[in-house]
């Protein structure tokens, strides 16, 4: 089990920048670890995602804004926000997903980004 604990959203002006971080209760290294958002009246989406290797896929409506990292000796996971625009308002997701044994598929409690225009 790995519970996952966001944190870093807020109130910001379009253009401004904020850094979320996922903080989980357990290892992350085994997993995929990933950022989603929904907005009000919207299907959930990826935001990005960053691989037990490194490897990162960002959507293409964040692709040169917005940054995934993580840090496995912390157990926590990070997305940089630049540049924010007033689409990017939802609740941000943190997801920890393994397809392979041991599977898992963990979500945070979301924590609200809020651009103002």
């Known amino acids: 089990q790995v519970q996952l604990v966001e944190s870093g959203g807020g109130l910001v002006q379009a253009g401004g920048s904020l850094k979320l971080s996922c903080a989980a209760s357990?290892?992350?290294?085994?997993?995929?670890m990933g950022w989603y958002r929904q907005a009000p009246g919207k299907q959930r989406e990826v935001v990005a995602t960053?691989?037990?290797?490194?490897?990162?896929y960002h959507a293409d409506s964040v692709q040169g804004r917005f940054t995934t990292s993580r840090d496995n000796a912390k157990n926590t996971v990070y997305l940089q926000m630049n540049t924010l625009k007033s689409e990017d308002t939802a609740v941000y997701y943190c997801?920890?997903?393994?397809?392979?044994?041991?599977?898992?598929?963990?979500w945070g409690q979301g924590t609200q980004v809020t651009v103002s225009s």
């Open positions: 960053i691989t037990n290797g490194g490897n990162t």
């Open positions: 357990g290892y992350i290294d085994i997993y995929t």
């Open positions: 997801n920890a997903n393994r397809r392979s044994f041991p599977r898992g598929d963990y």
